[in-house]
């Protein structure tokens, strides 16, 4: 091996060879077990394999390292010593389980064997020492069943297909006439054993192994394997893990919570998941082993019950979860056993949670004084703000379906947030309703693995069991999806394509409406409203004192305040929109674009006026008609922002998006205009053009037609100027687009400054403004030093600038560039993060060569990608002074540049 670090690493004893720092070699789960070890904590011994034994499996054709096998023997030796019993002693065997763990959770994506070393000389030893032939048959029973399904690839192959094995049990508990397996006398688990040995040879055409030391190294080789299997793949496609890091492999002495009834297994977190309400939260089985917890066969109790059944346990349990939460500064979920009434913890992890979790963890972890308003602002992903805004249902809509008899049943709120859509039950029914423009609700007994694609592409997910563990729960916090699970009393027939419960039937196409904040489950549509912290932003009903998620949303955005360098501006053209920006904190508008507002109303007949007009003349007539209009616009929006900035940019778009296409609604024109087809049809043709985007527009219109500025100009100048004799501050930036050479914005600006100072001057009031350009074009960058001699603000378009970097029309790529970067040829989409290396370098160039010329030059940018958290912390580094992006993104936009600051500063 390359690395001289070591190939296995042992814990036992409050002795640890690994610790927290080491997650690449040692995988999750692996830092967690020997770091609890370290603490203190009670962990069953074990040792793990590292991740880097897993890259030379896949180097060297799936084959372990030589010396490895002498190194396990060893370590097992360790653990032998440690507890007094051996590794296939047929008097007092010891048991092992062997559990995957990378770098980062998967969750149910890679396998784990319990009770590992038993055949049938080792169950007697077990039997004799635990003097407990039905623990041990369960134990066997589970073992072979597990074995089968992760070494010997005996899963269900399809969908419709149950697990052979499954069956076989399913046939044993109708046979002797129980519900659960907890039900089954040692007798019967004994033949299952035997029965499943049977069915294994019959598919698999080979004996079960007895050897435990070739179990061992079966159920490795298959944790290795697991790394590589569709499921783990599709996983890390969707969140991006790289392929090569591989997963490490924990083998770990057994401890049982299926010995009697004071044994239990259970599953927690330290806070609420969902909430982030600061309160334990978990589920436990009594007399149960590994998943079942999770796998809804039996339906957990709550962990609070635990207190009952196993006071010392639990008191135990709550003592060791307020340890790992001081140690880890964060929210913990853990998997623990308890054996005879002693508590054995197995899993420490960081929780996943809610992006509402997320802020109430973070900001309360600030006040108890655990971590510091930085730490705190570092661990929230900005995109998970994004659920705060997520729309809840109208509670009179759902009061009036709860009275008219909708109201289908309850289950866990676990993933906050209202979802309506069509039942669909399958993953792939999901994803194809999804691509037809249907909005789903994903209908599921359960989710696996297999249903990741479906739930991404549902609105929202519901389960009829599981709880808040589930994996259902698990990963619609992963994604921020809403979604109630464990909704018991639905019944759902996936032959038959219907969902039942009592009194009502759902089909496939049917429309539900769950809702993540309560577990309610209604038949039909409910309407929505605004989000809690939108209805307190926008000041409507709800009061800040009311809604707790509110007070820590704006705790958190007051501490970004306080560190970030950024400005954060907003892309708005009408005052509502500029109003909710405000309402967030957006500290000015950074785009507000022209041409929206010649679309609205009757505004656009003047504007076809202006283009069909023949001469200057008849272009001033229309105009005069649209300048009252826009001037009553710009009024509103620099009203709004008060002293703020409000950067307007003059006409951009090409002419002929002002005109008809099609041939009828070309005639149809004509009439309304009282001008001939044929002059209509002409002027279509004429303005016509191969490619628009590189066409006659952005200042070239201002340059062929100077009118148009000059209109525009001067509604923007006399807004300002009634504003200013109202005694208002209004501050307008004119921006001028598309520029490539100083000489096109020198004459743009000209006509500018000519506008204002008679405007200015007629009113007798003077207003702050300034006049800049938008750098969009690569030319621009090059020349940016000759640029900004007249240019007091750059703004850069980087929609624009993408494009033309990369030579890549936005709306033709779609055909390939999925491709691109699902491939690897593009690091991200770059319409949606900056191509730091390309366009990035460019922008760079202007951000040098403009600052030169011209001191405290004011630097933006205004592209789709201002509320890109990526792009966010790249125009930190490049020292922009503000980012602009759409009103509902300007919260994330401050906490990326908070975080910027910070990890500029760490
Ligand atoms: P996953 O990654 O799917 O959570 P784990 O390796 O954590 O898989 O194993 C699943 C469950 O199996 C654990 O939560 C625990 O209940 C049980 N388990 C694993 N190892 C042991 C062990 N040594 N003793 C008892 N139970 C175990
Ligand atoms: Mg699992
Ligand atoms: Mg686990």
């Given at each position: 091996?390359?690395?001289?670090?070591?190939?296995?690493?042992?814990?036992?004893?409050?002795?640890?060879?690994?610790?927290?720092k080491m997650r690449e070699l040692l995988g999750g789960k692996g830092t967690g077990l020997h770091e609890m070890t370290r603490i203190g904590v009670p962990v069953p011994p074990g040792f793990t394999i590292s991740t880097e034994i897993c890259a030379f499996y896949y180097a060297h054709r799936r084959r372990f390292p030589r010396d490895l096998e002498k190194q396990v023997a060893r370590a097992l030796g360790r653990m032998e010593k440690t507890l007094g019993r051996r590794f296939g002693d047929a008097h007092n065997p010891l048991l092992v389980s062997v559990r995957s763990g990378a770098r980062e959770s998967m969750p149910g994506m890679m396998d784990t064997v319990l009770n590992l070393g038993l055949n049938d000389r080792t169950v007697q030893g077990l039997i004799q020492c635990t003097n407990n032939p039905r623990f041990a048959y369960d134990s066997y029973r589970r073992f072979v069943q597990m074995y089968a399904d992760v070494v010997l690839g005996m899963k269900a192959s399809s969908k419709a297909d149950t697990d052979p094995l499954v069956a076989i049990l399913e046939r044993k508990k109708n046979e002797c006439r129980v519900q659960f397996d907890s039900e089954l006398k040692a007798t019967n688990l004994q033949e299952l054993v035997e029965?499943?040995?049977?069915?294994?040879?019959?598919?698999?055409?080979?004996?079960?192994?007895?050897?435990?030391?070739?179990?061992?190294?079966?159920?490795?080789?298959?944790?290795?394997?697991?790394?590589?299997?569709?499921?783990?793949?599709?996983?890390?496609?969707?969140?991006?893990?790289?392929?090569?890091?591989?997963?490490?492999?924990?083998?770990?002495?057994?401890?049982?919570?299926?010995?009697?009834?004071?044994?239990?297994?259970?599953?927690?977190?330290?806070?609420?998941?969902?909430?982030?309400?600061?309160?334990?939260?978990?589920?436990?089985?009594?007399?149960?082993?590994?998943?079942?917890?999770?796998?809804?066969?039996?339906?957990?109790?709550?962990?609070?019950?635990?207190?009952?059944?196993?006071?010392?346990?639990?008191?135990?349990?709550?003592?060791?979860?307020?340890?790992?939460?001081?140690?880890?500064?964060?929210?913990?979920?853990?998997?623990?056993?308890?054996?005879?009434?002693?508590?054995?913890?197995?899993?420490?992890?960081?929780?996943?949670?809610?992006?509402?979790?997320?802020?109430?963890?973070?900001?309360?972890?600030?006040?108890?004084?655990?971590?510091?308003?930085?730490?705190?602002?570092?661990?929230?992903?900005?995109?998970?703000?994004?659920?705060?805004?997520?729309?809840?249902?109208?509670?009179?809509?759902?009061?009036?379906?709860?009275?008219?008899?909708?109201?289908?049943?309850?289950?866990?709120?676990?993933?906050?947030?209202?979802?309506?859509?069509?039942?669909?039950?399958?993953?792939?029914?999901?994803?194809?309703?999804?691509?037809?423009?249907?909005?789903?609700?994903?209908?599921?007994?359960?989710?696996?693995?297999?249903?990741?694609?479906?739930?991404?592409?549902?609105?929202?997910?519901?389960?009829?069991?599981?709880?808040?563990?589930?994996?259902?729960?698990?990963?619609?916090?992963?994604?921020?999806?809403?979604?109630?699970?464990?909704?018991?009393?639905?019944?759902?027939?996936?032959?038959?394509?219907?969902?039942?419960?009592?009194?009502?039937?759902?089909?496939?196409?049917?429309?539900?409406?769950?809702?993540?904040?309560?577990?309610?489950?209604?038949?039909?549509?409910?309407?929505?409203?605004?989000?809690?912290?939108?209805?307190?932003?926008?000041?409507?009903?709800?009061?800040?004192?009311?809604?707790?998620?509110?007070?820590?949303?704006?705790?958190?955005?007051?501490?970004?305040?306080?560190?970030?360098?950024?400005?954060?501006?907003?892309?708005?053209?009408?005052?509502?929109?500029?109003?909710?920006?405000?309402?967030?904190?957006?500290?000015?508008?950074?785009?507000?674009?022209?041409?929206?507002?010649?679309?609205?109303?009757?505004?656009?007949?003047?504007?076809?006026?202006?283009?069909?007009?023949?001469?200057?003349?008849?272009?001033?007539?229309?105009?005069?008609?649209?300048?009252?209009?826009?001037?009553?616009?710009?009024?509103?929006?620099?009203?709004?922002?008060?002293?703020?900035?409000?950067?307007?940019?003059?006409?951009?778009?090409?002419?002929?998006?002002?005109?008809?296409?099609?041939?009828?609604?070309?005639?149809?024109?004509?009439?309304?205009?009282?001008?001939?087809?044929?002059?209509?049809?002409?002027?279509?043709?004429?303005?016509?053009?191969?490619?628009?985007?590189?066409?006659?527009?952005?200042?070239?219109?201002?340059?062929?037609?100077?009118?148009?500025?000059?209109?525009?100009?001067?509604?923007?100048?006399?807004?300002?100027?009634?504003?200013?004799?109202?005694?208002?501050?209004?501050?307008?930036?004119?921006?001028?687009?598309?520029?490539?050479?100083?000489?096109?914005?020198?004459?743009?600006?000209?006509?500018?400054?000519?506008?204002?100072?008679?405007?200015?001057?007629?009113?007798?009031?003077?207003?702050?403004?300034?006049?800049?350009?938008?750098?969009?074009?690569?030319?621009?960058?090059?020349?940016?030093?000759?640029?900004?001699?007249?240019?007091?603000?750059?703004?850069?378009?980087?929609?624009?600038?993408?494009?033309?970097?990369?030579?890549?029309?936005?709306?033709?790529?779609?055909?390939?560039?999925?491709?691109?970067?699902?491939?690897?040829?593009?690091?991200?989409?770059?319409?949606?993060?900056?191509?730091?290396?390309?366009?990035?370098?460019?922008?760079?160039?202007?951000?040098?060569?403009?600052?030169?010329?011209?001191?405290?030059?004011?630097?933006?940018?205004?592209?789709?990608?201002?509320?890109?958290?990526?792009?966010?912390?790249?125009?930190?580094?490049?020292?922009?002074?503000?980012?602009?992006?759409?009103?509902?993104?300007?919260?994330?936009?401050?906490?990326?540049?908070?975080?910027?600051?910070?990890?500029?500063?760490?």
């Amino acid at each position: 091996m390359a690395s001289k670090k070591k190939p296995i690493y042992f814990f036992g004893n409050g002795k640890a060879e690994g610790n927290a720092k080491m997650r690449e070699l040692l995988g999750g789960k692996g830092t967690g077990l020997h770091e609890m070890t370290r603490i203190g904590v009670p962990v069953p011994p074990g040792f793990t394999i590292s991740t880097e034994i897993c890259a030379f499996y896949y180097a060297h054709r799936r084959r372990f390292p030589r010396d490895l096998e002498k190194q396990v023997a060893r370590a097992l030796g360790r653990m032998e010593k440690t507890l007094g019993r051996r590794f296939g002693d047929a008097h007092n065997p010891l048991l092992v389980s062997v559990r995957s763990g990378a770098r980062e959770s998967m969750p149910g994506m890679m396998d784990t064997v319990l009770n590992l070393g038993l055949n049938d000389r080792t169950v007697q030893g077990l039997i004799q020492c635990t003097n407990n032939p039905r623990f041990a048959y369960d134990s066997y029973r589970r073992f072979v069943q597990m074995y089968a399904d992760v070494v010997l690839g005996m899963k269900a192959s399809s969908k419709a297909d149950t697990d052979p094995l499954v069956a076989i049990l399913e046939r044993k508990k109708n046979e002797c006439r129980v519900q659960f397996d907890s039900e089954l006398k040692a007798t019967n688990l004994q033949e299952l054993v035997e029965e499943y040995k049977a069915e294994i040879k019959r598919r698999v055409g080979k004996a079960f192994p007895e050897d435990p030391f070739e179990q061992l190294w079966g159920a490795v080789g298959a944790v290795f394997g697991s790394w590589n299997n569709d499921r783990a793949l599709a996983y890390r496609d969707l969140y991006h893990i790289p392929h090569h890091w591989g997963t490490a492999v924990n083998v770990q002495a057994m401890v049982f919570g299926n010995l009697g009834d004071n044994c239990a297994t259970g599953v927690a977190f330290t806070r609420d998941p969902a909430t982030g309400d600061k309160r334990f939260y978990g589920e436990f089985l009594v007399n149960a082993q590994g998943e079942d917890v999770v796998a809804g066969i039996r339906t957990p109790k709550p962990i609070a019950e635990l207190g009952d059944a196993m006071p010392r346990a639990f008191s135990q349990l709550q003592h060791v979860c307020a340890l790992l939460e001081k140690h880890y500064k964060d929210m913990q979920d853990i998997e623990f056993t308890i054996e005879n009434g002693k508590l054995w913890m197995l899993q420490t992890r960081t929780g996943k949670r809610t992006g509402f979790a997320a802020i109430r963890i973070a900001v309360d972890l600030v006040e108890e004084r655990i971590i510091s308003k930085q730490e705190a602002l570092l661990r929230i992903e900005p995109d998970q703000l994004n659920q705060l805004l997520r729309p809840i249902f109208d509670q009179k809509d759902k009061d009036r379906s709860s009275k008219e008899g909708r109201l289908l049943g309850k289950g866990l709120a676990a993933g906050p947030g209202a979802a309506t859509g069509r039942v669909v039950f399958h993953a792939d029914d999901a994803v194809e309703w999804k691509k037809r423009g249907e909005r789903v609700v994903l209908c599921r007994e359960e989710t696996s693995p297999d249903d990741i694609s479906g739930m991404d592409a549902a609105q929202g997910i519901l389960t009829a069991r599981g709880g808040m563990t589930s994996h259902a729960a698990l990963v619609a916090r992963q994604m921020g999806k809403v979604c109630v699970a464990g909704c018991e009393a639905l019944h759902i027939d996936y032959n038959a394509r219907m969902l039942r419960v009592e009194r009502a039937e759902l089909k496939e196409g049917d429309w539900i409406s769950i809702d993540g904040s309560t577990g309610e489950v209604f038949k039909g549509e409910i309407q929505t409203l605004p989000s809690e912290v939108l209805q307190v932003l926008l000041g409507q009903s709800l009061d800040a004192k009311q809604s707790r998620i509110f007070q820590k949303f704006a705790r958190l955005m007051k501490w970004a305040d306080e560190v970030r360098k950024l400005g954060v501006r907003t892309n708005a053209d009408q005052p509502d929109q500029a109003a909710i920006a405000k309402a967030f904190g957006s500290e000015g508008i950074g785009l507000c674009r022209t041409e929206h507002m010649f679309f609205q109303g009757d505004r656009i007949q003047a504007v076809r006026e202006m283009i069909l007009a023949d001469d200057e003349a008849g272009r001033r007539r229309a105009l005069a008609k649209l300048l009252p209009m826009q001037k009553q616009d710009f009024k509103g929006l620099l009203e709004i922002m008060g002293r703020l900035p409000v950067t307007i940019r003059t006409l951009d778009p090409p002419l002929h998006e002002f005109l008809p296409k099609s041939d009828d609604a070309i005639v149809e024109l004509a009439q309304v205009m009282g001008v001939s087809v044929e002059l209509l049809r002409d002027k279509v043709n004429v303005l016509q053009e191969f490619n628009p985007m590189l066409g006659h527009r952005g200042c070239r219109l201002g340059i062929s037609y100077p009118e148009i500025t000059e209109m525009q100009a001067q509604a923007i100048f006399e807004a300002a100027c009634e504003l200013r004799r109202e005694g208002k501050n209004p501050f307008p930036e004119v921006m001028i687009p598309l520029v490539g050479s100083r000489q096109e914005l020198h004459e743009q600006r000209v006509i500018v400054e000519r506008v204002a100072r008679a405007t200015m001057k007629s009113y007798g009031v003077k207003v702050r403004y300034l006049i800049g350009t938008m750098i969009e074009l690569p030319r621009a960058c090059m020349v940016a030093d000759d640029i900004a001699r007249e240019a007091e603000f750059f703004s850069f378009g980087t929609n624009d600038l993408t494009q033309t970097c990369l030579g890549l029309s936005r709306d033709d790529a779609g055909k390939f560039l999925p491709h691109y970067v699902l491939q690897g040829l593009l690091p991200d989409d770059p319409f949606v993060s900056i191509d730091q290396e390309g366009v990035g370098a460019l922008m760079r160039i202007a951000v040098a060569k403009g600052r030169k010329t011209r001191k405290g030059l004011e630097m933006g940018i205004c592209g789709e990608h201002g509320g890109d958290p990526k792009s966010v912390a790249f125009c930190h580094e490049i020292k922009l002074d503000y980012v602009s992006c759409s009103p509902y993104r300007v919260a994330i936009a401050k906490l990326a540049a908070a975080q910027a600051a910070l990890r500029g500063t760490i």
